[in-house]
């Protein structure tokens, strides 16, 4: 199954200046695997969302088709086949 991931500017430089990505993943899947898979390719990626234990840093939200997954099951949310997923990192300062 094919899922478009969005990915904030702010995060691109650990992408290879890419601001979308489309995975394919196997049906079923979550965003826990979706995140494994793009760690594969962009480990820096990955330690900018995820901590030392697999969780979502606070400053990090992911949104499957326009609902965020905190709200959710957390990064066990399923990913339907042509879902929408999106990265958002707050940014902070004074």
Do not use: I, K, W
């Not at 697999?54 to 957390?74: K, T």
Request: hydrophobic share 45%; charged share 20%; aromatic share 2%.
């Amino acid at each position: 199954m094919t899922v478009q991931v969005l990915l904030p500017r702010l995060l691109a430089d650990c992408t290879g200046g890419r601001t979308s990505v489309s995975l394919d993943l196997p049906a079923p899947s979550t965003v826990c695997a979706l995140l494994d898979v793009l760690a594969v390719e962009h480990p820096v990626f990955d330690r900018r969302v995820r901590d030392e234990t697999g969780a979502l840093r606070r400053h990090v939200n992911v949104y499957v088709d326009g609902e965020e997954v905190r709200r959710l099951a957390g990064l066990q949310t399923p990913v339907p086949s042509g879902a929408e997923v999106m990265v958002v990192q707050s940014v902070a300062g004074g």
